[in-house]
C-alpha cells in the first residue's frame, strides 16, 4: 500500500492505496464518487471522464498512485459551476439523456468543448464527442445540448477547473 | 425533427421533459455497481479460455478454499433449462457454473472472491484446470459436420431445431413467374453492448428472511420466478430488485447463470457478494445477437409482383438454449417475419436454429427482425434492378393494401392496421431520389459513387397471450399489472413491474395518469423494478411497456378517479355526474373545486367526511391485455443516401430519412429518442459492429479497439416524419416502438451501398459492410468485368 493525498472536490484526501487501483476504483470507494461510471474500464467509452489538473481525463486509465498531489473534480463538485448547471438544462430540454450512464461523462466533456469552442459548430461538436460513446440515443440529443448550451451560456470565458 | 404537439400537452401527446432526467444529471443515482453492503465480496468469475472441453481436474488454490467455489459447493441447484414447445427441439442444460465441460469461451468455471475484484481475479488465476480440449464447433457449416462431437449428451447432431413453412402453392408461382431470382445473404454475429455491463449483488435479509438479489436486469418478477425454480426456493423468500439500469437491449431480459450463481453461494455461505461485469466478460460472456444466413429464392411476375418466397435460414444460436427465450426464438422470429409488409400468399421455408462453441444468442433490439428485414428488402431491390423498376414502385405493387387489415400474413402473424405505402412515399419524399444524378455528376471522375437504398420494417410490439402461446415459451407473457395510490397529501404513486431503463417510461406512464385524472405529472411518482413494491408482472421488452403498463395504468387510474369523482362530489355537495377531473382538482358544473389533497385526506384521515358508499382510502390494482393479443403493428420506411468511397471502402451516410407510425403518440419526443438510438445501433449492425470467432471457437472482439461503436460522428440526425395511425387493439391506439428504429437499417445502408456499387458490376449482402468487405466486392471478378 502506498500513501497518496490528493485534492478531491476541493477536499483533501490521504490514503493509503495498492499501486494497481486505478483512479477510477480509488474516486468511487475512497470519495464516494459514484458518477464516475465505468463502461470500458479500457479508455474508450469515456463514461469516467473527469477534470484533473485542469484537463480532462479518463479515470479508469489512470492510476491512483501516479495522481499524487493531483486536484481533481468530478460531477459531484460541479454543482456550482455555471458551465455544468446550463448543460444539465440543456441535456434536460433538448433530450440529451436516455438511460443516464454515459451522462456525467457527457457533461464533464461537455463542458471543456464549450471551454474550447465558445460557439462550436455541430461537426466540431460530433468530433469533440467522438471519444465519449451513448448506446441509447444516437447522440441526436446530446450534441442539440451542447449546441443548445453554447447558445445559452452567458458571454465570457469559461475558466479551466 | 417535425413534431406536431401542443406545447403545452402535458398528457398523452406532449413532450414534456422528462421526470427521471433530474437524478441522472446528477450523476448521483445508484446503478448495481454503486449498491454495497457491509463486509460485500466481489466477485470475479473464473471463465473458460477454450472453446470446448471436459474439465478432468480441478483445485483450489492453497489457502483459498473458502472464497474459491465450483458447481458443487452451491448446494442444491438446477440448471437453467429453456424448453421450447415445438415438436423436434433438443434440450441443453445450462448450468450456473460448468458441469464438468465447458461449451463456449467465457463460460464460468468458478466463483472467486476477494475484498477487491483485483484480489478476486487473483484468485480465478491461481485456480488450476485441466482441460480436454474437444474439436470446437465454431460455424454454422460445422454443425452439421458428423465427425464434430455433440455439444451436449445425447444429441445425434449440433441443431437446437429446424421448422418449416409451407403456405400457398409456391411451385404455381415458380411456374408462372417471368423471374426468379436466388440469393444469399448474410447478418454476422454481434454483441449487444448495454454501456453499463450486467451485474448482480446479493444478500441475507435476516429480518425478512428474504434472499435479496440485486440485478441489473429487464425483468425482475420473472426472474424471481425463474431463481425460485432453479434454487428450489418459494418465491416469497427472494426479492429482486433491478436498481437504474444503464441501458439494456435485451442483454439484460435473460436469466444468466451469474444471477443464478451468485443467489445460490449466498444462500449457501450467508456472503454478500457483488458481481460486475467488465466489458471483457461483456463481449465474450454476454449473450450475442442476429448470426443469420438466407437463401431467398424468390418469383415475380414482369411487374415485380411477388408471386411465391422460398427461404432457407440457418442461424448460429451459440452453445445454450437462453431462458426464456429459447434458442430456436431468433429463427422462428426470422421465418414469421421473412415476408414482411408484402402481400405474399404462398411461402416455403425453413429455418434451423445450429448450436455452436459460442457465447448463446439472446435477444437484442428488434430480435430476429433485422435479419428478415435485411433478406426480404435487398431481395425487392434486387427485383427492382433486375426489372430495371424504380425499388420504391416495386414495392408500392406488393404491400399489404389498408383495405386488408387485418391481414393473416404467410409467416402467421396478424397485422392489425397501417397504411406501408404511406411511409415508403413518405420517406422517398423526404430524401428527394431525384438529387442523385446531380451528386453522381458532381462526383464524377472521383473515387466516390452515389446510391440510395430504402426499406420498410414490420415491428410487431406488445404482442400477448397467443402469440408467446405460439411461439412455445416457457413463459406466456400476456398482460400486465399496475397498482397505484394517492398518498394522503394528494400525490399519485404507481408501482409497476416493468422496468425503465432509458425509455422513459416514469414520465409516459405520468401522462398516461395526466389524462385519466387530470393530474399534474410532477405530482406523479413511479416505481418500478422492485417484485417487493408491484404485483406480478413480465417486465420490459419486445416494445411492450408503453402499450401493456400504459393500458394498466390507464385502467387503475380510471377506477381512482370514479372514487375520486365521488368523494369529490360529496365534499361539493353537487351530484357525481356534475363533476369532472381537472388541473389536480374535481371542478364541479358550477366552477367550485376541490384539490385532490383536501380528497385524499378525506378519505385516508377524516373518513367521517365521507360519503356512507365509500370506502376509505384511495389505492387500485389494474391488470391490462389487449383487445386482441396478436401485437399492435408499428411499421415504416428508411430511406438512406450514401457516398462509397471505392478506394477506401467506407461508406458515409449524407442524409437519413424515417417515416413510420406506431400509433398514438404519448411522447413525441421520446418516441424521436427511441428512433434515434435504434437508428444508431442499426447503423453500427449495418457498417461497424462485428463478433468473429476463430476456427478454434476463439471470440477475437474483446475490446471496444476490435469491436467498434457507432459515435458522434459515425450517425447523422435523422429527419423523422410520424403517420400515426391508432391500433385499434390497444387502450389509447398506442402501438409500442421500441426496437423499430434498428430493424431496417442494414436493409436500407446495404440497398444503398448496392445501388452505388451496381454500375461497377459489384454487390455485397454481409453485414457489417466494413470496408475490407466492400474492397473484397469491387474486387470480385464479376465486378471487374462490368467495370472494364
Known sequence: MQPIELIVNGERLSAAVDPRTTLADFLREAADARSVHLGCEHGVCGACTIVVDGRIARSCIALAVALDGAEIWTLEGLGADPVIAQLRASFHECHGLQCGYCTPGMLVTAREILRRHPAPSEAVVREALAGNICRCTGYAGIVAAVLHAAENLAEGEIPPL | ?788
Open chain 2, 1 to 788: 425533427m417535425a413534431v406536431a404537439t401542443a406545447p403545452d400537452r402535458k398528457g398523452i401527446g406532449g413532450s414534456i421533459r422528462r421526470i427521471e432526467d433530474a437524478r441522472l444529471l446528477s450523476g448521483r443515482s445508484t446503478f448495481i455497481a454503486d449498491i454495497g453492503r457491509p463486509g460485500i465480496w466481489e466477485v470475479a468469475f473464473l471463465r473458460s479460455p477454450v472453446a470446448h472441453a471436459n474439465l478432468v481436474h480441478l483445485e483450489k488454490p492453497a489457502g483459498a478454499e473458502d472464497r474459491v467455489f465450483f458447481l458443487a459447493d452451491l448446494g442444491a441447484i438446477l440448471p437453467i433449462r429453456a424448453d421450447s414447445q415445438a415438436p423436434g427441439f433438443r434440450r441443453s442444460d445450462y448450468p450456473a457454473i460448468a458441469d464438468g465441460k465447458v461449451r463456449f469461451v467465457g463460460e464460468p468455471i468458478a466463483i472467486c472472491l476477494g475484498r477487491t475484484r483485483g484480489e478476486a481475479e487473483d484468485l480465478a488465476q491461481a485456480v488450476l484446470v485441466d482441460y480436454d480440449e474437444l474439436p470446437a464447433v465454431a460455424d454454422i457449416a460445422q454443425s452439421r459436420n458428423p465427425d464434430l462431437p455433440p455439444i451436449h449428451p445425447g444429441w445425434s447432431e449440433n441443431v437446437f431445431l429446424e421448422s418449416r413453412v409451407d403456405v400457398g402453392d409456391v411451385d404455381a408461382a415458380r411456374a408462372a413467374a417471368a423471374l426468379s431470382l436466388t440469393r444469399r445473404y448474410r447478418m454476422n454475429r454481434q454483441a449487444i453492448v448495454s454501456l453499463e455491463g450486467r451485474g448482480v449483488v446479493t444478500y441475507r435479509d435476516e429480518r425478512t428472511g428474504e434472499l435479496v438479489v440485486y440485478s441489473s436486469t429487464q425483468f425482475p418478477h420473472v426472474i424471481r420466478t425463474a431463481l425460485a425454480e432453479c434454487l428450489g426456493m418459494k418465491e416469497r423468500e427472494l426479492r429482486v430488485v433491478a436498481p437504474e439500469v444503464g441501458g439494456s437491449f435485451g442483454v439484460k431480459n435473460n436469466l444468466n447463470p451469474e444471477e443464478l450463481a451468485l443467489a445460490a453461494l449466498t444462500r449457501r455461505t450467508g456472503k454478500a457478494l457483488r458481481w460486475v461485469e467488465d466489458r471483457r466478460e461483456h463481449l465474450i460472456a454476454s449473450a450475442h445477437a442476429r448470426e443469420h444466413r438466407y437463401e431467398v429464392t424468390v418469383h415475380a411476375d414482369g411487374e415485380g409482383r411477388v408471386l411465391g418466397l422460398e427461404a432457407t435460414i440457418e442461424v448460429d444460436a451459440g452453445a445454450y438454449s437462453v431462458w426464456p427465450w429459447t434458442a430456436p426464438m431468433e429463427a422462428g422470429m426470422a421465418i414469421g417475419f421473412l415476408p414482411g409488409p408484402y402481400a405474399i400468399t404462398s411461402y416455403r421455408a425453413t429455418a434451423l436454429t445450429c448450436a455452436s462453441n459460442k457465447s448463446p444468442l439472446g435477444p437484442y433490439r428488434g430480435v430476429g427482425r433485422p435479419g428478415a428485414c435485411f433478406a426480404i428488402e435487398r431481395t425487392m431491390d434486387e427485383i427492382a434492378a433486375a426489372l430495371g423498376l424504380d425499388p420504391v414502385e416495386v414495392r408500392l405493387r406488393n404491400y399489404v393494401r389498408p383495405d386488408q387489415f387485418p391481414w393473416k400474413s404467410a409467416g402467421g402473424k396478424t397485422y392489425d392496421i397501417g397504411d406501408y405505402g404511406a411511409s415508403a412515399r413518405a420517406a422517398r419524399d423526404m430524401i428527394r431520389p431525384e438529387r442523385v444524378a446531380a451528386l453522381r455528376q458532381e462526383h464524377a471522375g472521383s473515387d466516390w459513387r452515389i446510391g440510395i437504398g430504402y426499406a420498410t420494417y414490420l415491428e410487431q410490439t406488445a404482442h400477448g397471450t397467443a402469440e408467446w402461446v405460439q411461439r412455445g415459451l416457457p413463459v406466456v407473457f400476456g398482460y400486465e399489472q399496475a397498482e397505484i395510490h394517492m398518498t394522503a397529501d394528494g400525490m399519485l404513486v404507481m408501482d409497476v413491474p416493468i422496468q425503465n431503463h432509458g425509455q422513459g417510461l416514469e414520465t409516459t406512464l405520468a401522462q398516461v395518469a395526466h389524462d385519466e385524472l387530470g393530474i399534474d405529472p410532477a405530482q406523479v411518482v413511479v416505481r418500478h423494478g422492485d417484485t417487493s413494491l408491484a404485483p406480478y408482472g413480465m417486465g420490459t421488452f419486445a416494445s411492450r411497456s408503453m402499450v401493456m403498463s400504459g393500458g394498466a395504468v390507464g385502467r387503475a387510474c380510471e377506477a381512482l378517479a370514479a372514487k375520486i369523482r365521488k368523494i369529490g362530489a360529496h365534499l361539493l355537495q353537487v351530484t357525481e355526474e356534475n363533476v369532472r377531473l381537472k388541473d389536480g382538482e374535481v371542478v364541479a358544473a358550477g366552477g367550485a373545486s376541490v384539490p385532490l389533497a383536501e380528497i385524499a385526506m378525506a378519505a385516508y384521515l377524516h373518513p367521517e367526511r365521507l360519503p356512507d358508499t365509500v370506502e376509505p382510502g384511495l389505492s387500485v390494482i389494474a391488470s391490462y391485455r389487449t383487445a386482441r393479443d396478436t401485437g399492435a403493428w408499428s411499421y415504416g420506411t428508411h430511406a438512406v443516401l450514401v457516398a462509397v468511397d471505392t478506394g477506401t471502402g467506407l461508406v458515409e451516410i449524407l442524409d437519413y430519412a424515417i417515416a413510420h407510425d406506431c400509433g398514438t403518440i404519448v411522447n413525441p419526443m421520446i418516441v424521436d429518442g427511441q428512433m434515434m438510438g435504434g437508428l444508431a445501433q442499426g447503423i453500427g449492425t449495418a457498417l461497424y459492429e462485428e463478433m468473429p470467432y476463430s476456427e478454434d471457437g476463439q471470440p477475437l472482439a474483446s475490446t471496444f479497439m476490435d469491436y467498434l461503436v457507432p459515435g458522434a460522428p459515425e450517425v447523422p440526425r435523422a429527419r423523422i416524419e410520424h403517420l400515426s395511425i391508432p391500433s385499434p387493439i390497444t387502450r389509447y391506439g398506442i402501438k409500442g416502438m421500441g426496437e423499430g428504429g434498428a430493424i431496417p437499417p442494414p436493409a436500407a445502408i446495404c440497398n444503398a451501398v448496392n445501388d452505388a456499387l451496381r454500375p461497377l458490376g459489384a454487390a455485397i449482402d454481409e453485414t457489417p459492410l466494413t470496408p475490407d468487405r466492400i474492397i473484397r466486392a469491387l474486387m470480385a471478378p464479376q465486378a471487374g468485368e462490368a467495370g472494364a
